[in-house]
């Protein structure tokens, strides 16, 4: 990246001389808002008033304190506000960089600054104190872009990372006065971290900055040698660059075009890094000046660069036109390299004043940038789409809350970064939920997930994660997924391993049922047991097998259980193939079982709730232990359990009436099952509440609750789903609720809508 040739700034290498006074009146004028007065012409007097009463806030609150240079502290959240005040930011945002360490450094805290200066300033000081707290643990360069992009979703508002850009700058410029041992880390941390945001934000001159004091501060002694080197080249090429400008300023008087020139020279670090990515010498470093050409238009541009094409020779592939194709952070110029005088090869960067203003200052050009003509092609042209929706927001209104709502989105809308508890950086989308998080970690970790701490708080396994969330997982051997997490879950991994650990279960339950219809369908064809595994055996399943056109005897038992065969049409086909073999039927047997089949109906099936997904409990009569109950072997659908008295079970009776089977209930259910109540009230304030607390009392469970969408009435029907332990237990419950005020009626709603 390249700079505008200017005098060196103020720097820890380079400080400024002490005014009269010596070193305390330059501390003392440092510290005083008056420093930073001259700079804030840009804003309303009632603007200028908060800005000052944060500063005396800041003052109060930063009393006593001193930077590692013996200043006091207040001189740093000064030097913050000066460089946002050069971005021309709002007095919402200059108050927050004056604040912007008293809540970790002062004991303020953030309802005292809600009430001094209201909540947005208290926003923009949580979030850079949020930031400040993420510690970045390791140098991996997957981790670093994680962090940066974590870095900037957190930063809810575009102002706090300007802000921190801000900090980080005059950290920086002060880093010679803190002890030598932590540069290697705070540089490394601001070339890995902070100059990237800089770029990716289009702070073009903040990102050369950070970068070269970060390289000041990595490594001192290439820094300087390097320093001496450009500074005798420079002195070496003075002639040449003013022949070169002398001839191009002649060119363009020539051709009558109105033409702003700036000389460039590229950064220390920039050099450095092409000569270590390229392994060159300083000597065959040949692009290290050039030129800068802000014209009044975008056609200019294009002129421009034909007219020095005329007056030099273009090199071969080096042309970009950054305008035509802006780069992602909003960055727009013509560049084309030339051979000059001497065959010295020159780059010229050709823009207008509007595209450099952008260039230079990125997604800070909001505030520096005053479109008069709000359809000009600057406006239409200017990049990326979040910048373009930004500046198209300042050009239409000056309605700052207008603009800020549309500030406020994040700059990765689709995804959100958590931390492990060993601070490894995953990226999910954006909505993920802890159960994602387990499965991202690893399959195993998500099918025994069992409940989960987000930042060291208990939380919900449905709990959506935010950016910078510290993620716990606590796993148990017993635990497993859940067919519920399938409504909450966001990534494709967590969705097809709980699917597969589900299908896989549900196949083995089914195949336990369907083993056991089989067996009681053969006992009642008078065999007592499945045939053995011998040869002979084999055969008679094998045939079996061809009948069912099945593959194997685990898929036809799993079969059975879903309901897609009949136990008693299997069982009499293997009956016959046992006969065949010369296998006779146990008559008394047969005798018996037949006789308790008539009895009851069918062989039955014994139902406790603990058969998951192989027997369901139909949400048409919703039965509980006590009803009388049969089973429908469902095609697909496994057994599913009716109340005997249920209209939908008998449509299907009359209909396909060999398909249904006894089933009773346990003497000893495992679990509560579902059923629906309505409760009649009159309206009136705390109804719900007296309901709910009569069925606490009656230790039902609410499932669901229905208050239909009719208007208010005098009286209303309340639709609950609770879960129940038997008739007795519903008995319970539907009299508590009789005896409790404002119920009129509580009866069970035994049919869908009844």
């Known amino acids: 990246m390249s700079a505008i040739l200017q005098a060196p700034s103020a720097s820890p290498n380079n400080p400024s001389p002490p005014g009269p006074g010596g070193p305390a009146a330059a501390n003392a004028a440092a510290a005083s808002f008056a420093s930073l007065t001259a700079r804030l012409d840009y804003l309303s007097p009632p603007d200028l008033e908060q800005v000052r009463q944060a500063y005396r806030f800041a003052d ?26 050069e971005w021309k930011l709002d007095a919402q945002a200059l108050m927050a960089a004056l604040l912007h360490d008293a809540l970790e450094d002062c004991g303020v805290s953030k309802a005292e600054l809600i009430e001094r200066f209201g909540s947005p300033v208290a926003e923009l000081v949580d979030g850079l104190t ?24 957190m930063a809810r508002d575009v102002r706090v990372i300007l802000i921190k850009l801000a900090d980080r700058s005059h950290n920086m ?119 800068r050409l802000l014209v009044p238009n975008q056609s200019d541009c294009y002129t421009a660069m034909g007219t020095l094409h005329q007056l030099y020779k273009p090199v071969p592939g080096k042309f970009k036109d950054h305008i035509a194709i802006p780069k992602l952070n909003g960055y727009q110029s013509l560049h084309t ?20 203003v952008v260039a230079e200052s990125g997604v800070a050009a909001h505030w520096l940038y005053k479109a008069n003509e709000p359809d000009s092609p600057m406006t239409a042209r200017l990049g990326a789409q979040w910048l373009q929706s930004l500046l198209d927001i300042q050009n239409e209104t000056r309605d700052a ?10 700059l990765f809308p689709d995804a959100v970064y958590v931390f492990t508890p060993k601070s490894r950086i995953l990226a999910l989308p954006r909505g993920a939920t802890v159960v994602d998080f387990a499965y991202a970690i690893h399959s195993d970790i998500g099918d025994r997930t069992m409940a989960a701490r987000v930042n060291g708080e208990q939380v919900p396994l449905r709990t ?22 399938l409504s909450f879950v966001r990534t494709g991994r967590a969705r097809s391993k709980i699917r597969h650990h589900l299908k896989t279960l549900a196949q083995t339950e089914s195949e336990g049922l369907g083993e056991k219809l089989l067996l009681q369908a053969l006992r009642a064809e008078g065999i007592e047991r499945f045939p053995t595994d011998d040869s002979t055996s084999a055969g008679i399943w ?65 139902v406790d709730g603990s058969e998951n997904a192989s027997v369901q409990y139909a949400s048409c009569c919703r039965p509980i232990p006590g009803d009388v109950i049969v089973g429908y072997l469902g095609r697909g659908e496994g057994l599913v ?41 009159n309206n009136g304030k705390g109804v719900l509440a007296r309901v709910a607390s009569a069925l606490a009392a009656s230790e039902a469970d609410i499932i669901h609750i229905d208050m239909g969408q009719e208007a208010a009435q005098e009286t209303t029907d309340l639709r609950f789903v609770i879960a129940v332990r038997d008739r007795q237990h519903l008995a319970t419950a539907l009299r508590n609720l009789q005896r409790t005020s404002s119920v009129l009626q509580a009866r069970r709603c035994t049919a869908a809508g009844a």
């Open 173 to 291: 410029r002060t880093l010679a006065d803190v002890p030598r041992s932590k540069w290697a880390r705070i540089a490394s941390e601001t070339q890995e971290i902070y100059a990237p945001i800089a770029y990716r934000l289009g702070l073009n001159q903040t990102y050369r900055e950070l970068q070269d004091l970060s390289f000041r501060h990595l490594h001192p002694w290439r820094h300087a040698v390097l320093e001496k080197a450009l500074e005798r080249a420079r002195n070496r090429r003075r002639d040449l660059i003013q022949k070169v400008r002398k001839e191009v300023e002649t060119a363009f008087e020539s051709a009558n075009m109105s033409v702003r020139i700036g000389g460039r020279e590229k950064t220390l670090y920039s050099i450095y890094r092409k000569m270590d990515e390229k392994h060159l010498s300083f000597a065959q470093i040949t692009d290290m000046y050039g030129f």
């Open 464 to 485: 959506e994660l935010k950016n910078g969330d510290v993620v716990e997982v606590v796993t148990a051997s017993v635990s497993a997924p859940n067919p519920a997490w």
């Open 401 to 410: 809350a207008e603009f800020w709502d549309h500030v406020k989105v994040d």
């Open 337 to 356: 390299t030339l051979v000059g005088p001497s065959g010295v090869t020159i780059e010229f960067q050709i823009r207008t004043e509007a595209m450099h």
């Open 60 to 85: 109060e609150a930063h009393l006593g304190q001193l930077r590692n240079s013996g200043e006091p502290y207040i001189t740093h959240p000064i030097a913050v506000a000066a460089q946002c005040a």
């Open 130 to 153: 949020k930031l400040d707290k993420l510690q970045f643990n390791t140098r991996e360069e997957s981790q670093a872009e994680s962090f940066r992009k974590m870095l900037l979703a």
């Open 542 to 606: 094998d045939k079996l097998l061809r009948f069912t056109g099945n593959r194997n005897r685990s898929e036809l038992l799993v079969d059975i259980g879903l309901g897609k065969r009949i136990a008693g049409i299997v069982a009499k086909r293997m009956a016959t193939l046992l006969s065949e073999s010369g296998e006779k039927p146990n008559a008394v047997l047969m005798t018996r079982e037949r006789f308790n089949a008539e009895s009851s109906g069918h062989s039955t099936v014994i």
């Open 641 to 681: 359990v009716h109340a005997e008295d249920c209209a939908v079970a008998r449509k299907l009776h009359n209909k396909d009436s060999e398909r249904f089977i006894g089933v009773e209930w346990s003497d000893e259910p495992t679990r509560a099952f579902e059923t629906g109540i309505v409760v009649t009230v």
